[in-house]
Each structure stands twice: as C-alpha cells, then as structure tokens.
C-alpha cells in the first residue's frame, strides 16, 4: 500500500500573550493511496491544525509530516482542500472560481474552461457558470468549493468539515455523492482525510477512523470500519458500529 501522508509525533503548542497552549500533544498515523481516513475527535483537541500543518499553513513545534515520504515544504503531491465555509473569491463567479485555480497547472484556457464545466456538471452546479458566490445557497457554495478541489485532480482531498453549515437533506445528497465520486475508479478523489465530530458521518463515509483525545491530543483508537459498501445506514450493524465509536471518544 502506497503511503501519501504521515505524521510522525506531530505536538503543537500555541504561545499567546496570557498562556502556553498544548493543542497537538503527540500524533502518529498515516493515510494510504486509495484510502478514506476521518480524524474525528472532540473541539478544540487539534484537527483543523493538523490540517493546517498538512497544507503547510503552521508548522509542527516537533515532529513531522510527510506527503509521499517527503516533507510539507518539499512534495510535489496535489492536495485539495475544502473548508467548512466554501472560501470562495466574492469578486469571482462560478465558473472562474474553479477556472482561476487550474491556471498553475492548466495553460490552455480553453481546458480550463472545459475541466471547470466537467467539474460543475459532476457535483450538480451546471447552469450556475455566472452566478457570484453571494447568490447561492450555503450547500451550493460547498459543491462549488468541491469542484474547485476536485478539478485539480488532487492526489489528496481534505475536508475539514465540508458539511457542518448544511441542512440535513443537502449535507446527505452531497456525502453520498462525494462518495459515489470516490468509489468512482474513473475520477477523484481517489485519497481523502476528512475531519468531522459527527460520528454517523465517520461510519458512513470512512474506511478508517483516527479517534483523537481532549487537547493535548494523541490517538486514543484507530478503528477500520469494516461494513460493507454501499453502507446502509439503517441497520443494526451501522449502529452498533457508532455506538462502539462513541463509547472509544467518552471512556
Ligand atoms: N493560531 C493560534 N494561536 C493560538 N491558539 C490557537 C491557534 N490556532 C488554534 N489554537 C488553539 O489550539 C487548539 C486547537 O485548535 P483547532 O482549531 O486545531 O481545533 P479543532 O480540533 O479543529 O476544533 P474544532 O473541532 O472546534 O474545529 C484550540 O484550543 C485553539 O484555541
Ligand atoms: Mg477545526
């Protein structure tokens, strides 16, 4: 199995004028080519800066993070990112929101044209090319800030919880279709980290869970999640699978 991330012992501590703060205590796991990895675990215990260190935004106070063996400032890997609030760029509209960040990799405009309205047309979007992002729905602007991930063809897709300002319905026609992506051979994502406290979310999507402790954090659990796919959710067996879950997170 091929390795795309690893954190070796990343610890974290946050200076601020009043205090010294120990989010990350000490992280070790890794990802693997093809996989689908949630770190859940409760607020405040470090996901969004594990994320960060990842996406070379902070760095580790010690330990390390490696993407395909090599360190956040050396990889050639593409990661894509989607956040709980899409980020978009306001002056842009949906078209040139995903055609603006393939111009680094796409010298050809009329490819990048046709690589955004592919993309559009994948996650339900087509017809929205002119419109801003204030214009649309919160579950719209994520599915645009997920074509914008996916068209660059990431080798890593993270998401740190892409569903948490959705309504029920949106947030559970976009997991599913998010996945059907996923077990889709033919397009990306094809490796996801995603961070998520919602535990059914974690045992509906996920191969694989990291369970991380209260801050200062360090793995209390890996757990496969070994149900079958497509997973049905209205089955004992997933119950059972979330209540294990919960009962790892609150010994
Ligand atoms: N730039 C910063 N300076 C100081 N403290 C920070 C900084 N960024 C994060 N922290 C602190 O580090 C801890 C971990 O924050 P982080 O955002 O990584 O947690 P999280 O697990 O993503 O939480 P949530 O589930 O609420 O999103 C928090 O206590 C936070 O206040
Ligand atoms: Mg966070």
């Known amino acids: 199995m091929q390795e795309i991330l690893s954190f070796e012992h990343a610890h974290m501590e946050y200076s601020t004028k009043r205090a010294k703060l120990v989010s990350v205590g000490d992280v070790s796991f890794k990802v693997n080519q093809n996989e689908f990895v949630t770190l859940i675990g409760p607020s405040g215990c470090g996901k969004s800066t594990l994320i960060n260190m990842v996406l070379g935004l902070v760095k580790p106070s010690s330990g390390s993070v490696l993407i395909s063996g090599k360190p956040v400032d050396q990889h050639t890997s593409r990661i894509g990112v989607v956040f709980q609030n899409a980020a978009l760029f306001p002056w842009l509209d949906v078209q040139h929101n995903i055609e603006v960040v393939l111009e680094p990799i796409m010298r050809n405009k009329e490819e990048r044209t046709a690589t955004a309205l592919k993309f559009m047309k ?43 300002g959705l309504d029920v319905f949106s947030a559970q026609a976009l997991r599913e279709e998010l996945l059907d992506l996923w077990e889709s051979p033919e397009t990306p994502p094809h490796t996801v980290l995603m961070v998520t406290h919602n535990v059914d979310e974690a045992v509906q999507l996920s191969d694989r869970l990291i369970i991380l402790s209260r801050r200062p954090s360090h793995v209390i659990s890996e757990m496969k999640i070994d149900l079958g796919r497509p997973r049905n959710t209205r089955v004992p067996e997933f119950y059972q699978k979330v209540d294990e879950v919960v009962s790892v997170m609150s010994p």
């Open 122 to 164: 994948m996650v339900g979007i087509d017809g929205f090319e002119r419109a801003y992002p204030k214009e649309l729905s919160g579950g719209m602007k994520q599915r645009v800030s997920i074509a914008r991930a996916l068209a660059t063809s990431p080798d890593l897709l993270i998401l740190d919880e892409p569903f948490v």
